[in-house]
């Protein structure tokens, strides 16, 4: 009995035992979950610590600005913000590098600047008009049929001319001889008869003939000129005696330092002559007359002579007796 008892007291002492060490196990079990709990809780705060400073825009005011000395963003920047915002970093952000003391600016303006240096420097400058000359157009032979389309050609480019007439010619054409002069153009004398075995016969005979041809210039136009041009030019048929006798009437004898030769082509081959001799005689230091007629083939082909001159920048003027007047030799 004795034996029987101990064994079961025992047994009783033996799951009072285990019943303890069960309640413990139980209480050390919920004190590591509890632990646990707390535990995991304080872990988050940091994490909320952490991004509350990362929010703050001054931290991200470097960036903007060195943003807006490079390289504008093309898109909006403050659309932008808050996706940076949004990410938290889980490091303290990277300092910029100090800048260096001699930044390179930036090049796009300067490079700017020196493409437009290198256009003024290789812009095409505008060619410069050629320097104002005088030339001097004089017509032989008139009035003509054909002047009033000559004064109204001259018009059209703003040209003076000097007319060398004939008596005869004069009477019949009166209304051509006003126009001339109330234009503006010179009016000048050239004979009578046009005849060398007449007009030359002697002293006389030149100066009578320059003197009734001034006398119906006068009569139309009421201008008493002293320009005159003796038929085919002075040489050879003005002798000296011949040019002192017009010099002591008062006459301003001119001839001519180009011979268009229209009177010889009679087509647009004259136009060609005046501006080779003009070519070779822009050497001279003289004045530039032209010796030209009244008819209808020069009248023809005179716009392309105007032309000429005109680019080549002469300008059109008449004779006048203050000049000293061309001879020929």
Do not use: C
């Not at 490079?70 to 990410?87: L, M, R, V």
């Not at 006389?204 to 041009?229: A, C, H, N, Y």
């Amino acid at each position: 009995m004795s034996n029987a008892r101990k064994v079961k007291k025992g047994n009783i002492v033996k799951i009072i035992a285990l019943f303890g060490f069960i309640v413990l196990l139980l209480l050390y079990s919920f004190f590591l979950l509890k632990t646990k709990f707390f535990l995991e809780a304080d872990a988050s705060e940091p994490i909320i610590e952490v991004v509350a400073p990362a929010e703050s825009p001054e931290k991200y005011e470097p960036i903007d600005d060195e943003l807006r000395v490079d390289d504008k963003p093309t898109g909006n920047i403050e659309a932008e913000k808050p996706a940076k915002e949004d990410s938290a970093p889980t490091t303290e952000p990277t300092k910029e590098p100090a800048p260096d003391p001699d930044p390179v600016q930036p090049t796009t303006p300067k490079e700017d600047v020196k493409q437009e240096d290198d256009q003024e420097q290789v812009a095409p400058k505008e060619t410069p008009a050629p320097p104002s000359r005088a030339v001097y157009l004089t017509f032989d032979d008139g009035p003509h049929k054909v002047s009033k389309d000559i004064l109204a050609l001259l018009d059209q480019y703003d040209a003076k001319a000097t007319f060398f007439m004939l008596d005869n010619n004069m009477k019949n054409y009166p209304d051509a001889v006003k126009e001339m002069a109330s234009k503006g153009h010179s009016v000048g004398l050239h004979g009578v008869t046009h005849d060398k075995n007449k007009f030359y016969q002697s002293s006389k005979s030149v100066v009578g003939e320059m003197d009734q041809t001034q006398q119906t210039l006068f009569e139309l136009t009421g201008i008493e000129s002293d320009l005159i041009r003796t038929p085919f030019g002075s040489a050879p048929y003005m002798t000296d005696a011949y040019k002192e006798a017009v010099d002591v009437a008062g006459y301003k004898m001119w001839d001519w330092n180009i011979d268009s030769r229209d009177w010889q082509f009679r087509d647009s081959r004259y136009v060609d002559s005046v501006i080779e001799q003009l070519t070779k005689l822009n050497r001279v230091n003289q004045p530039i007359v032209i010796l030209l007629h009244e008819r209808p083939e020069t009248l023809e082909h005179l716009p392309k002579l105007l032309d000429y001159l005109k680019e080549q920048g002469y300008e059109f003027k008449a004779l006048e007796s203050t000049m000293h007047p061309i001879q020929l030799y």
